[in-house]
């Protein structure tokens, strides 16, 4: 096969490959801070858009978890993926519209809610609660997301297909 004939079955044999692989979970990492005595808010989420409608959604979630540093008024505590109680994501812009989480342990139910609707002119704020003392604690900080550093296995793929692209150009 003559190289001019190459160079397009490879261009489709690329784009086949790449429209056969599943979505790619999307990952963000996530703090708030200004609580009460220094306390922050961190963690992450990964999750792919199922429905295509540019969200991300609690249902779509694979993976969340949340740390929350403690102060006087709530203890330190964590909650993962099963106390997860709801997530609404605009992918776009990037912005968390509202994340809530709620966990029980020996201790007592913890709550953490989120909601940004409308910011600037209508936010409620960060609130993370200790039901069994009946104490919260909040912070009317924006929530910060940003996006989560690259799976390694990605950055290998995309080396892997630069280094064919450059066997390939040293050939023809």
Not at 22 to 38: I, K, M, T
């Amino acid at each position: 096969m003559s190289t001019p004939r190459l160079v397009p079955l490879t261009v489709v044999l690329a784009l086949a490959a790449a429209l056969a692989q599943p979505a790619q979970a999307e990952s963000f990492q996530f703090n708030q801070g200004g609580y009460a005595d220094g306390a922050v808010l961190t963690g992450h989420f990964s999750g792919s858009d199922l429905d295509g409608n540019g969200w991300l959604y609690g249902y779509e979630l694979t993976s969340f978890e949340l740390n929350w540093s403690g102060n006087r008024a709530v203890q330190a505590f964590s909650h993962g993926y099963d106390e997860r109680a709801g997530l609404e994501f605009e992918l776009a812009s990037g912005r968390l519209w509202h994340m809530a989480s709620v966990g029980q342990d020996g201790e007592g139910v913890r709550l953490f809610t989120f909601d940004s609707m409308g910011w600037p002119t209508f936010h409620t704020p960060g609130t993370v609660t200790d039901e069994r003392l009946g104490l919260a604690s909040m912070s009317w900080e924006q929530m910060q997301v940003t996006a989560a550093v690259p799976e390694p296995q990605s950055l290998a793929l995309l080396l892997a297909g630069l280094g064919l692209i450059g066997l390939w150009r040293r050939q023809a």
